[in-house]
T-cell receptor, first 113, second 113 residues
Framework: AQSVTQLDSQVPVFEEAPVELRCNYS??????LFWYVQYPNQGLQLLLK??????LVKGINGFEAEFNKSQTSFHLRKPSVHISDTAEYFC???????????FGQGTTLQVKP | DTAVSQTPKYLVTQMGNDKSIKCEQN?????MYWYKQDSKKFLKIMFS???????INETVPNRFSPKSPDKAHLNLHINSLELGDSAVYFC????????????FGQGTRLTVV
């Protein structure tokens, strides 16, 4: 069975500082990994995805993530955050052939001026 | 144009009532999903349809019944609503069931009083 753990429930950070949101997964089969962002009272928007190939993936809004198979991690990073990045971030894994996404508990990124 | 649209966006109803949430996608995708987000923002899959065929049915009470009249629509009907059904319900779609991300609607916030 697959599972996802987001290691931080809340990450406060000052504007223009770098940030890393941590995600670890567990799976016995090959996985596809995703980061989604949820702004208040909105749906989920895909930030980036790892399906295969290069382990460093770049997404929208300046975010990137690195797939580390040996550490079963897929941490999300941004070198300089903006107030507008304040949102809930979800790491998700998809395995098998059903398309089912298993989500982590979410990390609230709070960017302070 | 909205890719995955749900109606209504907000739904307040009394315990014991029956209600439906509608979802439509104009992306030409074959697969559609219902996810539930609880008060702690945890997301969990409920159902998935591929080309109108049910392929995922997680441990969900029988009071919840999905219906897919065609592959562009997936509705969720809930009978005998209970307080614990209060949550945000997200519809999503994807091109297939494997190596691809899901596209989410804006969510329906259901409040049972």
């Amino acid at each position: 069975a697959q599972s996802v753990t987001q290691l931080d429930s809340q990450v406060p950070v000052f504007e223009e500082a770098p940030v890393e949101l941590r995600c670890n997964y567990s799976s016995s089969v090959s996985v596809y990994l995703f980061w989604y962002v949820q702004y208040p009272n909105q749906g989920l928007q895909l930030l980036l995805k790892y399906l295969s190939g290069s382990t460093l993936v770049k997404g929208i809004n300046g975010f990137e993530a690195e797939f580390n198979k040996s550490q079963t991690s897929f941490h999300l990073r941004k070198p300089s955050v903006h107030i507008s990045d304040t949102a809930e971030y979800f790491c998700a894994v998809s395995a098998g052939n059903t398309g089912k996404l298993i989500f982590g508990q979410g990390t609230t990124l709070q960017v302070k001026p | 144009d909205t890719a995955v649209s749900q109606t209504p966006k907000y739904l307040v109803t009394q315990m014991g009532n029956d209600k439906s949430i509608k979802c439509e996608q104009n992306l030409g995708h074959d697969t559609m999903y219902w996810y539930k987000q609880d008060s702690k923002k945890f997301l969990k899959i409920m159902f998935s349809y591929n080309n109108k065929e049910l392929i995922i049915n997680e441990t969900v009470p029988n009071r919840f019944s999905p219906k897919s009249p065609d592959k562009a629509h997936l509705n969720l009907h809930i009978n005998s609503l209970e307080l614990g059904d209060s949550a945000v319900y997200f519809c999503a779609s994807s091109p297939g069931t494997g190596k691809t991300e899901a596209f989410f609607g804006q969510g329906t916030r259901l409040t049972v009083v």
